[in-house]
């Protein structure tokens, strides 16, 4: 099966399975989270307090951590559900929001990557870069980063290559590899910049398609790609009216998605490494 | 009267009181909650710091506890809060958000009961089973609990016993009693689970119905049967369009409820305990 | 030119520029506040731990400090952040929610403006009557003030007297002065007091505004202007349909606001003081 395939197939598998999946998240986009796992098929529960978090996971078919508005309290309950995680091999995926803009964003991820094996992690250029060990400037949360793929590759590369796991770079032009295998997606739509969140949303919808079973690989480029049709469905429902409208546009693409949207608009381009 | 006449008169006494409710709830659904609280024609107050609590209930006409996301800080705040309702004799409603998932949200819900006297508790099937005692099963906190009614009327008439309150138990078929009278409501649309926190929701609006001076009975069932035909109403508007747009719409008809939907739309049965 | 003329270049500087504006905020409508400081064309970033707080700030080029929901842990945060916002001469905005409804919340206000060096502040009637030390009373925080503007410009001085910074005060008639001079203005709809967060959002826009390089008196009035016009055009576009699509449609008007909309909607009243 090529991606476009594997993906439509994983996406029936999440909503028939519809797996129960733990975030640990911020407070500014939570809500979203919840409602794009809803609306692709997937149960979300959300906990952070460090008495607990090992206990949900331990029920739970994938964790997502996002570092949005991390604390120390956070913090903590972040690694105590991914240690959980690893001992129960439940697969993880980790949105490093703002890295490099703090030095406590950074001392986290590297606390995160040290101490958690990771199956994915999704983040844009400037934080990925930052992951990466690669020159990074960043500019809020909400940077779309255009370019045309060639740094994004690069970034996504070595950032696999450190964590040993899969990266899902998005921006203009989405890239995911596992370190052997790349594959760049041409979905989306600008005004995803335009609504808080859709990161977070994205890194969301990779812990819904990782708790169907999903390799990383898939799970990455099936959630990105995901999100990218849901942008461009959005536009032409709303776009038009606004961002407020986009947003909800967003939210009903994901409701509705199906395999055959998947197979007619996904646009992978499978390039090898 | 009989219930609808009941439901119908007390949303008119929330839309020319709007009593001020105190809402310590969780981080995901809270603006939600904020917004059907307005919506219904009452006036939310969200605080939850320790040294706040007292304060902000004892000016307030109802207090809602939600442990959606429990931490070691808000448990205290919430038991401080109800303390100040009991004593001020403000009603307090519980909605124990995925009690039987975590020990933490166990050993919370029977700290919060033994301190706190609840004029109701709201929840789904799984979370009144644990407060009654009974086997249970959590998958997540948006669970649709797909039965008859049958084993949530037993359920729910334990609740109330263990506690001596009223329970809401909300499901395909809602079911409330106060240990004496109980009703079912046949309202609702299945689409409701498919946005996160309709049942957070659900507890805000019992909040408000208590604030404008309701017995927990009829405040109860006239919360679960708003949040039900705003989830019918919201269907025939936008369910087509996806789950985003069903969530504003759910807002929407709860901003436009009156009197005379109430009275045409509302399916209690009162079937006596 | 006049304010009508300046507010509507300076909206244009936030479009051009893309301020990067450091909120710290509360959780029940933090998601609005991003999502309108999106829309108008600024860029938000949310973090409150201590640890990184003034790292956040000081490359930011506006700082808003919100007491929606404070804690112990949020307050020590937001003085860190305001410190080092005036060390820096970034711009902060304060908007005192609640003020007045706990010894908490005065007790935070007083030591805020005692540390910090403010240049706007934004809040109802009752909120800046409290910091003014008039006489006030709140009932919640989504308060609609129905006044003629006479005790609103009375309070709105005193309080830019005592802290020596503009002074916005929204109600039916808002109120902006920076002691010197006083614009009264007649936007806005209803409505907008009937979902919740409007009165953050317009704090964040006017953060925003002072991010692009505004005077805190322009800023002030620009951003309580663009939050009336949006009212207005959503009221329009989503008026009937109910409190849910009205929320949307304000964000939607914001996204889509341009110099044009500005210059034939605003309606400033400039009086002198």
Same mark, same amino acid.
């Given at each position: 099966m *090529?991606?476009?395939?594997?993906?439509a197939?994983?996406l029936?598998?999440?909503?028939?399975?519809?797996p129960?999946i $733990?975030?640990?998240?911020?407070?500014?986009?939570?809500?979203?989270?919840?409602?794009?796992?809803?609306?692709?098929?997937?149960?979300?529960?959300?906990?952070? &307090?460090?008495?607990? =978090?090992?206990?949900i996971?331990?029920i739970?078919?994938?964790?997502?951590?996002?570092?949005?508005?991390?604390n120390? /309290?956070?913090?903590? #309950?972040?690694?105590l559900?991914?240690?959980k !995680? *690893?001992?129960?091999g439940?697969?993880?995926v980790l949105?490093?929001?703002?890295?490099?803009? #703090? %030095?406590?964003?950074?001392?986290?991820?590297?606390? %995160? =990557? /040290?101490?958690?094996?990771?199956?994915v992690?999704?983040g *844009?250029?400037?934080?990925?870069?930052?992951?990466?060990?690669l020159?990074?400037?960043t500019?809020? @949360? &909400? #940077?779309?980063?255009?370019?045309?793929?060639?740094d !994004? !590759?690069q970034?996504?590369?070595?950032a696999?290559?450190?964590?040993?796991?899969?990266?899902?770079?998005?921006?203009?032009?989405? @890239?995911?590899?596992?370190?052997?295998?790349? @594959?760049k997606? $041409?979905?989306?739509?600008?005004? %995803?910049?335009r609504?808080?969140g859709?990161?977070?949303?994205?890194? !969301?919808?990779?812990g819904?398609?990782?708790?169907?079973?999903?390799?990383?690989?898939?799970?990455?480029?099936?959630? @990105?790609?995901?999100?990218?049709?849901?942008g461009?469905?959005?536009?032409?429902?709303?776009?038009?009216?606004?961002?407020?409208?986009f947003?909800?546009?967003v939210?009903?693409?994901? #409701?509705? %998605?199906?395999e055959?949207?998947?197979?007619?608009?996904? /646009?992978f381009?499978?390039?090898?490494?």
């Open positions: *090529n991606m476009t395939e594997k993906a197939a994983l029936t598998e999440v909503r028939s399975r519809s129960l $733990h975030n640990i998240t911020n407070y500014v986009t939570v809500n979203d989270c919840a409602n794009v796992t809803l609306a692709i098929g997937a149960s979300p529960i959300m906990a952070d &307090d460090e008495k607990e =978090t090992a206990d996971t331990a739970s078919s994938a964790l997502v951590l996002n570092i949005g508005t991390l120390h /309290r956070t913090i903590e #309950s972040m690694i559900a991914g240690e !995680a *690893n001992e129960c439940i697969p993880v949105d490093p929001v703002g890295a490099g803009a #703090s %030095l406590l964003r950074n001392d986290t991820v590297r606390e %995160l =990557t /040290r101490q958690i094996r990771f199956s992690i999704r *844009n250029l400037s934080e990925l870069s930052y992951v990466a060990g020159p990074s400037s500019k809020g @949360v &909400d #940077s779309s980063d255009r370019d045309t793929g060639n !994004a !590759a970034a996504a590369r070595e696999a290559a450190r964590l040993g796991c899969t990266a899902a770079l998005t921006g203009a032009v989405d @890239v995911i590899t596992d370190g052997t295998e790349l @594959v997606i $041409h979905n989306g739509h600008p005004m %995803l910049s609504v808080t859709t990161g977070c949303m994205t890194t !969301a919808l990779v819904a398609f990782l708790g169907a079973g999903g390799d990383p690989f898939t799970a990455a480029a099936s959630g @990105v790609a995901a999100m990218g049709i849901a461009e469905l959005a536009f032409r429902e709303a776009g038009e009216k606004g961002t407020g409208s947003h909800m546009a939210i009903d693409a994901l #409701s509705r %998605l199906d055959k949207t998947v197979k007619e608009m996904a /646009r381009e499978e390039t090898g490494n």
